[in-house]
């Protein structure tokens, strides 16, 4: 794991928390679009919050995908699981609201696992895979 | 009713993001470190082999069927059930897919975060 390697796992984390939220933010402030009403789907596009989200969230996917072509599904998942802590904190210090004492020990059972995971090896699998064509190869006429 | 209208959507999200995260993970694999392919042969190859990889596909659309899954649960049961009780089971789902699937060597140290995130975010909808 290099420092870069950190960097995209934070990229992950971060990208899909502010897009959910962003997402959320956007979708609130348009008020309920429901199943019936594709157009207001469409539409949605056109408010700010909304496009930004959808920005991070194909920023988050872009990471995801460089992650997981160097990494295991079982280390990527858990170690990009801080958001959940990260949505908390950021609702307690500008938010200004309450975290329960269930709410805390979640934020301790998640940070116990991202550090768990995140100091094991970040590939284990067997590279079975390396008899078969590259993808590439198989692509050219 | 709509309790267990909302536990069979839980199991429909959690079956499709499992399915969708294995996939997606199985052709990044399949793909190869992106960060040296772009160092030797630029973005466009990396697009190019990522979108022909045809389980790369199957993965998106296994993702797409799980977020509308949820789109539908969320309007049979209650957002703090339907939403971390999915993503809680995904974590674990995902280590038993991924030893099965992928062959990761799923040791004590994964399963252990696995469980702990999965208790964690239950714990922090509650």
Same mark, same amino acid.
Do not use: K, N, P, S
């Given at each position: 794991m290099t420092f870069r390697k950190y960097l995209v796992l934070a990229g992950v984390t971060l990208f899909s928390t502010l897009g959910d939220s962003l997402l959320a933010r956007g979708m609130k402030q348009l008020g309920g679009v429901s199943l019936h009403n594709f157009s207001g789907l469409l539409f949605a596009i056109l408010n700010p919050w909304v496009a930004i989200g959808i920005l991070l969230l194909l920023a988050f996917f872009a990471s995801y995908m460089s992650a997981l072509s160097w990494a295991d599904l079982t280390y990527v998942l858990p170690a990009t699981s801080l958001g959940y802590v990260l949505v908390a904190l950021i609702a307690r210090i500008f938010f200004h609201e309450e975290i329960s004492l269930t709410r805390w020990l979640g934020i301790a059972c998640i940070a116990a696992g991202v550090g768990i995971v995140a100091a094991g090896p970040s590939l284990t699998a067997a590279?079975? #895979?390396? #008899?078969?064509?590259p993808v590439s190869q198989e692509a050219k006429p | 009713m709509n309790e267990l209208y909302a536990w069979a959507a839980i199991a429909i999200i959690t079956l499709a993001a499992t399915t969708g995260d294995v996939l997606l993970a199985y052709s990044m694999r399949r793909v190869g470190d992106v960060g040296e392919l772009f160092k030797t042969s630029g973005l466009f190859s990396v697009i190019a082999r990522v979108l022909t990889t045809p389980t790369f596909f199957l993965g998106v659309l296994a993702m797409a069927v799980a977020f509308y899954s949820l789109l539908f649960g969320l309007s049979w049961g209650n957002l703090s059930l339907v939403v971390p009780a999915s993503a809680s089971l995904t974590f674990v789902a995902n280590a038993v897919a991924a030893r099965i699937f992928?062959?990761?060597?799923?040791g004590r140290r994964r399963w252990l975060a696995a469980l702990l995130v999965g208790a964690g975010v239950v714990l922090m909808a509650v």
């Open positions: 590279r079975h #895979h390396d #008899h078969a064509q | 992928l062959h990761e060597r799923v």
